[in-house]
């Protein structure tokens, strides 16, 4: 049986990748039943954000292409393993930080599981790279009366052009209802 692993509470962004050592037809059996992937890990989790498949699926990409291109880990975390990982056959578990849906949780996975490596998934950096020091950019610096625009001669046309039609037609219908 390998250690325990902590999994801390609002985890977001991480992915543990565990290679299965068992024969096919148990992993098969894994992979479709949600309760015998809990019971591998040896913690309720949610099995919607857990992949587990035959590294030979990846043919042409890898393992490390994989976790590279179809889920933004930067190579320099998986650098170290590299060697590891495009050596690995059989199967492997994929687990998403949302398998653990927000909760605090403590891994006790069975001995048929070994640990490959933990990643982080790439971010987005949003600080800014540049400092605005224009006045506009300062806090409270918007007007602080509004100014009315003016409408537009094209608006003033549409508006009287708008009323003219409704008093003709106000005439025309009392003709038809008067004369009627």
Do not use: C
């Amino acid at each position: 049986m390998t250690d325990a692993l902590h999994v801390p509470r609002n985890e977001r962004g991480v992915i543990r990748v565990f290679a299965l050592s068992m024969t096919d037809d148990e992993a098969r059996q894994v992979k479709d039943d949600p309760e015998l992937i809990a019971a591998a890990l040896g913690a309720p989790v949610n099995t919607d954000q857990i992949e587990v498949f035959p590294v030979s699926d990846l043919e042409g990409i890898g393992l490390v292409g994989y976790l590279l291109e179809g889920n933004a880990v930067p190579m320099d975390q998986l650098a170290p393993d590299r060697g590891k990982l495009d050596k690995l056959g059989g199967w492997v578990m994929i687990v998403f930080s949302l398998a653990f849906e927000d909760r605090e949780t403590v891994l006790d996975p069975a001995s048929s599981l070994t640990l490959i490596g933990t990643y982080g998934e790439g971010r987005t950096d949003w600080r800014a790279t540049e400092t605005v020091d224009a006045d506009s950019a300062q806090p409270y610096s918007a007007p602080t009366e509004t100014v009315r625009k003016k409408p537009s001669d094209a608006a003033m046309s549409g508006r009287i052009a708008m009323i003219a039609l409704l008093i003709l037609g106000l005439l025309t219908w009392a003709m038809i209802w008067i004369g009627g």
